[in-house]
């Protein structure tokens, strides 16, 4: 028998945050084809049904909790519906790009808010209540953005992707005690609806994927498999890691 | 059942250092993995016996092979070329290395070293990444170290050797990206190896401690590099290039 598969999730439980879209859907999808119960989560009711509507094995999945990660009180009361966890994706994200003379106090907290205080917010509860089991593995959704590379008019929102990368080492430290892994993925450019909402014009993004060595962008289940790795207990020594997945880009 | 994007199975993988270690670690599980193998090493004995701890069922062709014989690895890549096919991918795993104070080290030890550990797999890439003898999107992964990135006292030459491991990577990806084809890196702590497995019962319970000492995670296993080896040569992992990957329990994020 040649069938071992060390990246299997059969058996785990994860949780996905920003499960409505892009990279979150795509790693809600694939978690699941990989064997996992997987709990989605977003604000989006609709959209997190048809992520749902999606999954592998979707007659025994759990259902999604829809969840504004901006609140405190959603915070705990998802926290609270949810099992014992194997595995939590901290995905959601939110990108404003404004040169420096136009950041407002409104802009800056709001991507803040979504990329670095709720994925905060949620692991201290996660772990004040216990719901990571030992063995678990948490993984956030960083960028090369300010970690690895710099983009003008990327100010806030690399501040907010560094600021989650660094809170992601210290964890890894502070969980490793309690055998609970913390790890990080950086994408460079992928697509999902939030690079083709208009914000960039078709020239700029031809422009920017001939910068790739791989000549293209990279698609949301090429960070979903990345995610699988570092779930699966084939990562079981893998801990404070940041693992780019960008066809290349910072090498240069 | 759909395909599994992150198996290597039916790919034909060549492993270097395939005698001992995490090289013969690395063709067990690769075996079970479905994953035909060619394993290189220099040290023919201790080869064959990697290979009866391999799943039967995938194919194993073992070759005895100096990596640092650069006029010689032409011939012995057409050798396995002809007799397996084309490579899908291929991992680094030999490596020597000598525990000495720098001051104590000669010009000779840090040649040897570097001309294994580096040399030794640009040799061989040098003839594998051609055409007509690599499969298309075709991976490769080196074995670097953890004393790449931070220090360690004892190690001058085996560091130095690791962190080129580190730097040529980089070049080697973009050189390599327009071909379609991936490279990548993977820095382990410090991994119970049999032979790090005699050493560790050798030492007293003070000196044990003080080598687990900075690992949160404690001491890895063989198969915490195998599986990532595992997933960079798997096609899951076609748009990661040119990264170093640390496998180190959590030593280097302290």
Request: some cysteine.
């Amino acid at each position: 028998m040649t069938n071992y598969n060390p990246f299997t999730l059969e058996g785990k439980t994860i949780l996905v945050t920003g499960a409505s879209s892009g990279i979150g859907r795509s790693a809600a999808i694939e978690c699941s084809k990989a064997g996992a119960k997987v709990i989605l989560t977003a604000r989006n009711e609709e959209r997190l049904r048809e992520t749902f509507s999606l999954l592998a094995d979707v007659e025994n999945q759990p259902a999604w909790i829809t969840a504004d990660m901006q609140r405190d009180e959603d915070i705990l009361s998802l926290v609270e519906q949810l099992p014992t966890l194997d595995g939590v994706i901290c995905n959601a994200g939110v990108s404003i790009n404004v040169p420096i003379a136009f950041i407002d106090r409104e802009k800056l907290q709001q991507v803040l808010n979504v990329n670095t205080i709720a994925p905060i917010l949620l692991t201290r509860q996660l772990v004040k209540k216990k719901k990571v089991r030992k063995g678990g593995s948490i993984v956030f959704t960083s960028s090369i953005s300010g970690n690895n590379t710099v983009t003008v008019a990327h100010e806030m929102y690399s501040a907010s992707k560094t600021a989650i990368t660094g809170f992601m080492r210290n964890a890894a430290l502070d969980l490793a005690a309690k055998g609970i892994r913390c790890n990080a993925v950086h994408p460079g450019m992928i697509n999902t609806p939030m690079v083709h909402s208009g914000k960039y014009s078709e020239e700029q993004l031809q422009k920017d994927m001939d910068n790739y060595p791989l000549h293209r962008f990279g698609e949301p289940e090429e960070v979903a498999y990345a995610m699988i790795y570092l779930l699966s207990d084939a990562a079981a020594w893998v801990t404070g890691h940041s693992l780019v997945i960008d066809g290349g880009l910072t090498l240069k | 059942m759909v395909k599994n994007p992150l198996s290597i199975e039916g790919k034909t993988i060549v492993i270097t250092g395939g005698a001992s270690g995490i090289g013969r670690q690395c063709a067990i599980d690769f075996s079970n993995a479905g994953a035909n193998l060619v394993l290189l090493d220099i040290n023919e004995e201790q080869l064959e016996i990697t290979k009866g701890l391999c799943n039967p069922d995938v194919r194993c062709s073992c070759y005895s092979c100096d990596l640092t014989d650069a006029n010689g690895m032409g011939t012995i890549v057409s050798q396995v070329v002809a007799e397996n096919g084309l490579i899908n991918g291929m991992l680094h795993c030999a490596g020597i290395e000598k525990t000495l104070p720098y001051n104590k080290l000669s010009a000779n030890d840090y040649d040897r070293i570097y001309s294994v550990n580096v040399v030794g797999a640009m040799n061989l890439l040098k003839y594998l990444t051609k055409k007509n003898n690599r499969a298309e999107n075709a991976k490769y992964v080196l074995i670097a170290s953890i004393t790449a990135v931070v220090g360690r006292p004892g190690v001058a030459a085996y560091a130095a050797s690791k962190g080129a491991i580190v730097s040529v990577v980089k070049t080697l990806a973009l050189e390599m990206a327009s071909k379609g084809m991936t490279i990548n890196c993977i820095s382990p702590g410090t991994i119970l190896t049999p032979l790090m497995q005699n050493m560790m019962e050798s030492l007293t319970e003070e000196q044990q401690a003080e080598r687990k000492a900075g690992f949160p995670l404690g001491l890895g296993h063989p198969s915490d590099i195998a599986n990532t080896a595992m997933f960079l040569l798997s096609d899951g992992a076609r748009w990661i290039t040119g990264q170093n990957i640390v496998v180190d329990g959590g030593y280097t994020s302290r």
